[in-house]
């Protein structure tokens, strides 16, 4: 992928990320409208069932325990019933269509005993039907005797509403107990299992003493409430509300299916999103940090290919071919350089074996001690050409358990060559060894130039390479500290970094012995 396509890709997924979330989010809000809407309409309809039943069963109180003789004393003289009939006929060419309803309403007052007050009960009979005669042109209409009777004499369905009027007091009207129940029984018949509180307010809005807790600790917080006892003119005396303190909580557990699914395939576009941007910005990272490869293997080659091209052209030469000292000297310049590119091509295979997990390790029992020892002969001379110093103190009393030599060594020198790079003024590298329970610790510090804070984690990435102003004033492919942190992590070790910049470094390998 072109690099810069990249940064305009990020642009269209961002955009399209926010318009995303943003219809998600626009979306759940409508829902959660819709169920608290659905909430409401639930709980009303709840509350009117409530009101009604409380009503039937303070008449059937009435009737059934406080005045056990109460229909002994209807008033002899009530309201005589009244009759409301209304008929209608439509006629066409082919039928006739007969509709009618009568409705007769009869009122009685009971009364109820040293109270001045009473029970309004109201009985209605209604009659209803309706009736298709077919007409014959060429006879008589098809009205038969038994459908004239039907109509003229009519079956009766029967209603009877009964009301209390008076001034009762409420505590007499409900019990709280029986109100708790029947709330209760009605919610759970709307499939509402949240805890509520309830109160009964008068007509003045004053509260009763028919209360519970949760009530009078939540009555300031959104409620719901329905009339429950009305006058002779359906005037509101008393008012029963219903709070739910924990309603949000209640809608959420009753669709938490629909939630969670919502909310997981949110946090999944934002999990590939975020994987997305972060792995096309690591690939057009990797893409610099190759080419800064690339770049460096060109100028790590070009200069042994380019002392191989002078001394390959000297060699031809008649004066220096005749002298044996000059032909010795070249041939092993040409092979010096030679071996130096062939170490190049070694560690990028080495590197691409690593990637593809290809190196087998040949563990030995070996003198880890010697190892280094001998390791650093050769190594100790180039840091005496720059005026330096290796320093090493080997205070581990147990060092032979089994390792890699070959890959050991490598990584040895990989360190050794790094703290000699990053050292500017005459190195100054120690190497220190000692046990640290079953690891075998080895450190290897020096006083060079160190490193950022944020780059101790980098440095062990592939290419990757400290910035120090000319890409090429410290020479290497950026490969090196890669290779060794495969080689501890393949031996089961583990290595540390510490530096501080302009203090230098210390590069800590624990290697177990076991």
């Known amino acids: 992928m072109n690099n810069k396509f990249i940064p305009i890709i990020s642009v269209f997924m961002t955009i399209s990320l926010i318009v995303f979330v943003t219809l998600q989010f626009y979306w759940l809000k409508n829902y959660y409208v819709a169920l608290e809407q659905e909430f409401s309409n639930k709980v009303y309809s709840a509350l009117e069932n409530t009101s009604k039943n409380i009503a039937e069963i303070e008449v059937d109180k009435l009737f059934n325990e406080n005045y056990a003789n109460l229909r002994d004393n209807v008033k002899a003289n009530s309201k005589k019933p009244s ?54 042109t060429s006879q008589r209409e098809l009205l038969t005797s038994e459908i004239n009777q039907d109509i003229a004499s009519g ?39 949240a805890d509520f509180g309830y109160g009964v307010s008068d007509k003045n809005n004053k509260l009763t003493n028919i209360v519970n807790k949760i009530f009078k600790e939540k009555k300031d917080d959104n409620s719901y409430s329905y009339p429950l006892f009305t006058d002779t003119k359906d005037r509101t005396l008393y008012t029963l509300a219903l709070v739910f303190p924990k309603k949000e909580y209640s809608l959420a557990m009753n669709n938490w299916p629909m939630l969670l699914g919502t909310f997981l395939s949110l946090l999944t576009i934002l999990g590939i999103y975020i994987i997305s941007i972060n792995y096309m ?15 460096n293997m060109s100028h790590e080659f070009k200069t042994p290919l380019a002392t191989i091209s002078v001394a390959t052209d000297s060699l031809a030469n008649d004066k220096i071919a005749t002298n044996p000292d000059k032909v010795k000297y070249y041939s092993n310049l040409i092979k010096q350089e030679n071996l130096r590119m062939k170490k190049q091509v070694e560690n990028v295979l080495n590197m691409s074996k690593l990637e593809r997990n290809e190196v087998k390790l040949f563990l030995r029992e070996t003198n880890v001690r010697e190892l280094i020892k001998k390791t650093t002969e ?54 220190k060894t000692h046990n640290e329970g079953i690891w075998y610790v080895l450190e290897i510090s020096d006083k060079g130039m160190g490193m950022e804070t944020q780059n101790k984690t980098k440095i062990f990435e592939k290419f990757f390479r400290e910035e120090t102003g000319n890409i090429h004033n410290v020479k290497g492919q950026g490969l090196g500290l890669s290779y060794v942190k495969k080689i501890v992590e393949l031996h089961k070790g583990v290595i540390i970094v510490e530096s501080e910049k302009e203090l230098g470094s210390k590069f800590i390998i624990k290697l177990p012995m076991a």
């Open 83 to 136: 009759l409301t009939t209304i008929q209608q006929t439509q006629d066409s060419g082919t039928k006739k269509s007969i509709i009618y309803y009568r409705n007769i309403i009869e009122t009685q007052q009971l009364p109820l005993p040293k109270r001045g007050d009473s029970l309004l009960l109201t009985k209605m009979y209604t009659d209803d039907a309706a009736y298709t005669v077919k007409r014959d």
């Open 155 to 193: 079956d009766y369905n029967f209603k009877e509403f009964l009301k209390v009027n008076g001034n009762i007091p409420i505590s007499k009207r409900v019990d709280p107990k029986i109100l708790d129940s029947v709330i209760t029984k009605e919610l759970r018949m709307k499939g509402i299992t």
């Open 281 to 295: 910005m690591r690939q057009k990272k990797l893409a610099e940090v190759k080419t800064d490869f690339i770049n």
């Open 378 to 431: 050769s190594f100790n001379l180039i840091i005496q050409q720059r005026n330096g110093k290796l320093v090493q103190e080997f205070n581990a009393t147990h060092y032979t358990f089994r390792i890699d030599e070959f890959h050991i060594s490598n990584m040895l020198v990989n360190l050794l060559d790094n703290a000699n790079k990053y050292s500017p003024e005459p190195p100054e590298i120690s190497i």
